[in-house]
């Protein structure tokens, strides 16, 4: 069936056991996590009409996240996941705003593909979330920087908001409907390609 379940966990390798059981499952799309900071007890503020985090959850950035992603007015980015060669379109635009973002004095971030695109992810010292319009325009300034090839990527510009989600690493993007695996547009496993060594 559709639809999201959140839960909170204090215990990571309680944690780690129920993604890895949710993963090998088959029966979600994707899993997804908040990378920023949450405040203390927000676990304790979970309801029926507030399941997931919100932005008032949120205690401080500790990331700023650049998802290279396909174009948005590409049809199949809702419903399928990438081909191999969409992929590799996208890591060559994610390589081009490493090297942008390195010439503006951005050290080097971790590397990660999410299984449908590539995550560009900074280490950002605790910035209380008045930061928001500060971490949005960059986001839009590397999407106005590479507007030329537009039509081949899109830069999400929402994650900036402090409660948006990212892949959770190692486990399964499944857009594509079960049974297409192996064809032009096979489901894929997200995982973190590189970290610097100082983070």
Same mark, same amino acid.
């Given at each position: 069936?559709?639809?999201?379940?959140? !839960?909170?966990?204090?215990?990571?390798?309680?944690?780690?056991?129920?993604? *890895?059981? /949710?993963?090998?499952? *088959?029966?979600? &799309?994707?899993?997804?996590?908040?990378?920023?900071?949450? !405040?203390?007890?927000? &676990?304790?503020?979970?309801? +029926?009409?507030?399941?997931?985090?919100?932005?008032?959850?949120? &205690?401080?950035?500790?990331?700023?996240?650049?998802?290279?992603?396909?174009?948005?007015? +590409?049809?199949?980015? !809702?419903?399928?996941?990438?081909?191999? &060669?969409?992929?590799?379109?996208?890591?060559?635009?994610?390589?081009?705003?490493?090297?942008?973002? /390195?010439?503006?004095?951005?050290?080097?971030?971790?590397?990660?593909?999410?299984?449908?695109?590539?995550?560009?992810?900074? !280490?950002? +010292?605790?910035?209380?979330?008045?930061?928001? *319009?500060?971490?949005?325009?960059?986001?839009?300034?590397? /999407?106005?920087?590479?507007?030329?090839?537009? /039509?081949?990527?899109?830069? +999400?510009?929402?994650?900036?908001?402090?409660?948006?989600?990212?892949?959770?690493?190692?486990?399964?993007?499944?857009?594509?409907?079960?049974?297409?695996?192996?064809?032009?547009?096979?489901?894929?496993?997200?995982?973190?390609?590189?970290?610097?060594?100082?983070?």
């Amino acid at each position: 069936g559709s639809g999201i379940a959140s !839960k909170y966990y204090t215990d990571h390798g309680h944690m780690a056991r129920v993604i *890895e059981k /949710a993963n090998s499952s *088959e029966k979600y &799309e994707a899993l997804w996590v908040t990378l920023q900071r949450l !405040k203390p007890g927000t &676990e304790t503020t979970r309801t +029926d009409e507030k399941p997931t985090t919100g932005n008032d959850d949120i &205690e401080a950035y500790e990331w700023l996240v650049i998802d290279i992603d396909r174009p948005k007015g +590409d049809p199949h980015k !809702k419903s399928w996941n990438a081909t191999d &060669e969409e992929l590799e379109t996208l890591r060559a635009a994610a390589v081009k705003v490493i090297d942008w973002l /390195a010439e503006q004095g951005f050290p080097e971030p971790v590397f990660a593909c999410s299984g449908n695109g590539y995550h560009l992810i900074y !280490k950002l +010292d605790s910035l209380p979330i008045s930061y928001f *319009e500060t971490l949005h325009d960059v986001l839009k300034a590397v /999407a106005h920087q590479l507007r030329g090839e537009s /039509a081949t990527f899109d830069v +999400d510009t929402s994650l900036a908001d402090p409660c948006q989600i990212i892949k959770m690493y190692g486990t399964m993007s499944r857009k594509s409907p079960k049974g297409s695996s192996n064809g032009s547009r096979p489901w894929r496993e997200s995982y973190i390609e590189h970290v610097p060594r100082n983070i």
